[in-house]
């Protein structure tokens, strides 16, 4: 072929084609016939405006062939600028350096075309995401990216965080967003939260901007301008401390406590790679101090553990590594019984064979067939020897003094049942997502499986439960621990609280994404249900969101009488819409309504207390008294005969017709429960109220504060209904019993703050359970009726108070480690994020 022929009719010394465009990326060659060796440089043209320039440097032997000339270097391929891939049409075309039309053949027609085209072009990606702003100290979002030819959605995408347009942080946008699966499908592990360092938290408006890095766009919704110190709590805290600076500078103490409420926070979880780095030395000092302080015994003297591990087709690099963590325990009587479930894997035969003749303690099983993990765990079971039985699962970790550090915890016990905390490993070895447990919770237990790993029990206690059982595979550890529910007292259940587990996540383990065994959502579901069935409950269990966490809604047995208990002092707006709410809106029909009325003035409260009498289900209950909240509740229960009490603030609204319903089915679900509270929400959507954690260094902090209504929280906790140490009197549902046994609200020493927190230890001492009931969901304008706490009266209240609390429960130890709430998390305003491992 000529060069006249390849340049169509026009004679030049360039010739060259725009051969193709695939994808964004636009190909062909071009050569100056009169300079061959020096690459041409090609315009590159979209609509109509020059976006860049084609350098014709790479190989293209077939047209130095076709032209006979002594270079190959001619071709060139362009990426189009990512602002024109929008799926919209756009003209694109090339021009020689003389400014004449490449011609083109990349339309593909067979023709040769001499002008620009129409092409639409469509991103091999398309992003969705959202910037949730600024939680709790945190930057928060998601990204899913998005094939569009296959529909698939990815998470872990890669993105960028710029502070007043200076690179802050680049992450990988991994955490699990529930809600985002539940909404769009995909991948959860998509969120991202990244915490801000204290020093950004000056006062002053700053601008943030989220970008996907391979997409090189903004994340929805970003970029923002927002000011740091917004955070209520935060500017509360410091404008106390400062007072309290003033005020009692002699008190060195109370300042120290003060101080130690800023946020100081060092670790978060998505840095618990780093915190776990300064944790395992520490938790191996402490084993090995225990081991020093008992003696020790030999191992002759010491019960043997049998680890059960039923395994089919593992990676064998994982299995290995299984294997070899088992073998690694400082606690050395153990076997290991690991059982094929028919995978038939000469590999795994021959590595294990290989195992055996080094050490005699592990032994393997072989299934003929596959007969699913629980047929082989009850395999290993049957050929267990040893007085506990450990599950392991076949490519996961056990952390070296793991054995040993169940066996110490049991030591001073009559356990029968032990389990310990976990996190997960990734495949480079990454440690992440700590789940950091409470104390035996059979309430939050019904809604998931949060026992899982490490989980150790009885021998004795595991044969009689029975075999694990088939039909609920994907949750049958689940079921067997409900099992071991109907035959172990909750006292003999123990939480030893220290990460002794890894969790591998593989690509199809359920510790990456709950998708792989959506099976296992279903058995759960049948799992609890056939529990609830077994012992007696009737009760209605679902799926939340489709994974495998678990609605419980009770069905109420009977209708006990309950007396809703209500101090105010005129506020009659507030008061009436409180009032009319649950006069209109509680399908609950056993109940009636005590106003408290705590010295009104106004005369419209005279007349809103008249009419509002008229109705049977009301009486106003008036005490002319200084105002103590403790006293005026004392007072509304004298006489009254209600089998519950609900003590309730009245600027809490309730929204739902069954709240009461919800609520009295719960405490009845068991007789040993003596409160349950409620989710209480900001007027804006967001959680105000989900539980209280106690501790002396801030007597009480409300988890969850700041989240949406529908965020599941830590493990779920914000969704799934759970045990706690105190709920707040916003509104909260007592067993008058209960309330009485221990003598009601401390109306001498907690008059105004505190008491329904103290209210709630007392309960728990006296052996009753407390329940966060996140069903029973009501709008709560917090410390709206009754006002600041900023005056200087009432700060040296709230300081006397404070102090009542510290020095009543300074030796409970339920006070000091509360058993919902892990010693390892921070109990300031960064709820559920890692403290000092130290």
């Not at 959502?521 to 799992?527: E, F, I, L, P």
């Not at 509304?636 to 609520?663: C, K, P, R, S």
Request: aromatic share 10%.
């Amino acid at each position: 072929m000529s060069a006249s022929q390849l340049t169509g009719r026009r004679l030049t010394r360039f010739v060259g084609y725009f051969d193709s465009i695939e994808g964004s990326q636009l190909k062909g060659w071009a050569c100056n016939l009169a300079l061959p060796r020096e690459p041409v440089r090609l315009h590159v043209l979209v609509d109509e405006q020059e976006v860049g320039v084609a350098v014709c440097d790479l190989p293209r032997a077939d047209v130095q062939a076709t032209l006979g000339i002594m270079t190959a270097r001619l071709g060139f391929v362009f990426d189009i600028p990512k602002a024109f891939i929008d799926g919209k049409e756009h003209r694109i075309g090339l021009r020689f350096p003389d400014r004449s039309i490449v011609p083109s053949l990349a339309q593909q027609d067979g023709s040769l075309h001499e002008e620009d085209m129409a092409v639409v072009l469509t991103p091999r990606y398309v992003y969705e995401s959202f910037f949730d702003g600024i939680k709790n100290g945190a930057l928060c979002g998601w990204v899913q990216r998005v094939d569009p030819v296959s529909g698939a959605r990815d998470g872990n995408c890669e993105i960028a965080i710029f502070i007043d347009d200076v690179p802050f942080v680049q992450v990988h946008a991994k955490r699990f967003r529930g809600d985002v699966m539940k909404a769009a499908g995909g991948d959860p592990y998509c969120g991202f939260q990244v915490s801000l360092p204290q020093v950004l938290s000056s006062y002053g408006a700053r601008t943030i901007r989220v970008v996907i890095v391979d997409a090189d766009i903004d994340v929805q919704g970003s970029p923002v301008t927002t000011a740091f110190v917004g955070h209520e709590l935060e500017g509360r805290l410091r404008t106390l401390g400062d007072t309290v600076e003033h005020l009692y500078k002699e008190i060195a103490s109370l300042r120290g406590k003060i101080a130690d409420l800023l946020p100081s926070q060092k670790y978060g979880l998505d840095s618990y790679d780093s915190w776990a780095k300064r944790y395992f030395p520490n938790l191996r000092a402490r084993i090995a101090e225990r081991r020093r302080e008992t003696g020790g015994l030999s191992p002759e003297t010491q019960p043997l553990v049998s680890v059960i591990c039923p395994t089919y087709k593992p990676d064998i690099t994982d299995f290995m590594a299984a294997v070899d963590s088992v073998a690694a325990q400082t606690w050395t009587n153990w076997e290991l019984i690991v059982v094929d479930d028919g995978g038939k894997s000469l590999e795994v035969a021959a590595r294990l064979a290989e195992y055996s003749r080094r050490d005699p303690r592990i032994s393997l099983i072989r299934l003929r067939k596959n007969a699913g993990i629980s047929e082989a765990t009850n395999a290993g079971i049957k050929a267990a020897r040893g007085e506990w039985i450990l599950f392991f699962d076949h490519d996961d970790l056990l952390v070296d003094v793991a054995i040993e550090a169940m066996l110490q915890g049991a030591r001073d016990t009559d356990a029968l049942v032990i389990y310990s905390d976990e996190d997960k490993i990734d495949p480079s070895g990454y440690l992440q997502e700590p789940h950091f447990k409470p104390d035996f919770d059979y309430r939050y237990l019904l809604g998931c499986n949060y026992i899982c790993h490490l989980t150790m029990v009885r021998s004795d206690v595991v044969r009689l439960a029975g075999d694990l059982r088939a039909q609920y595979d994907g949750a049958q550890d689940h079921d067997f621990l409900l099992r071991l529910t109907e035959i172990v007292p909750r006292e003999r259940f123990l939480h030893i609280p220290e990460v002794l587990y890894h969790w591998r996540k593989t690509a199809n383990s359920t510790a990456t994404t709950l998708a792989n065994k959506e099976y296992a959502t279903d058995a759960g579901v049948r799992c609890v249900s056939d529990h609830l069935k077994r012992v007696g409950y009737n009760a209605t269990v679902s799926a939340i969101n489709g994974v495998t966490l678990y609605n419980v809604q009770w069905s109420l047995p009977r209708s006990p009488h309950v007396s809703i208990i209500i101090p105010f002092k005129d506020q009659v707006k507030t008061t009436k819409e409180c009032v009319s709410r649950l006069l209109s809106k509680t399908g609950y029909e056993s109940f009636d309504i005590v106003l408290v009325d705590n010295w009104s003035t106004e005369e419209e409260t005279q007349a809103f207390c008249r009419d509002i009498s008229r109705d049977p289900r009301v009486r106003v209950l008036s005490v002319k008294e200084q105002f103590n909240y403790s006293r005026l509740n004392n007072l509304a229960t004298v006489d009254n005969e209600a089998e519950f009490f609900v003590f309730m603030n009245n600027d809490l609204f309730v929204q739902d017709e069954n709240w009461l319903e919800i609520a009295v089915a719960e405490a009845l679900s068991a007789d040993d429960i003596g409160a349950v509270g409620g989710k209480f929400l900001y007027p804006s959507g967001r959680v105000q109220h989900a539980g209280v954690v106690v501790h002396p260094d801030t007597i009480a902090t409300h988890v969850h504060h700041g989240l949406s209504a529908d965020e599941y929280g830590y493990m779920g906790r914000a969704l799934v209904s759970h045990e706690v140490t105190a709920v707040t009197a916003a509104a909260m549902l007592v067993r008058a019993e209960a309330f009485r046994e221990v003598g009601g609200f401390d109306e001498v020493n907690l008059k105004v703050a505190y008491n329904d927190v103290d209210l709630c230890l007392k309960l728990r001492e006296a052996g009753w359970r407390i329940i966060q009931c996140n069903n029973f969901r009501a709008v709560h304008y917090e410390s709206f009726s009754r006002g600041s706490d900023e005056t200087p009266a009432k700060k040296e209240r709230l300081y006397a108070e404070s102090q009542y609390m510290r020095d009543r429960w300074a030796e409970s130890r339920l006070y000091r480690h509360d058993p919902a709430y892990s010693r390892y998390f921070s109990i300031d305003q960064n709820y559920y994020d890692l403290a000092d491992p130290d």
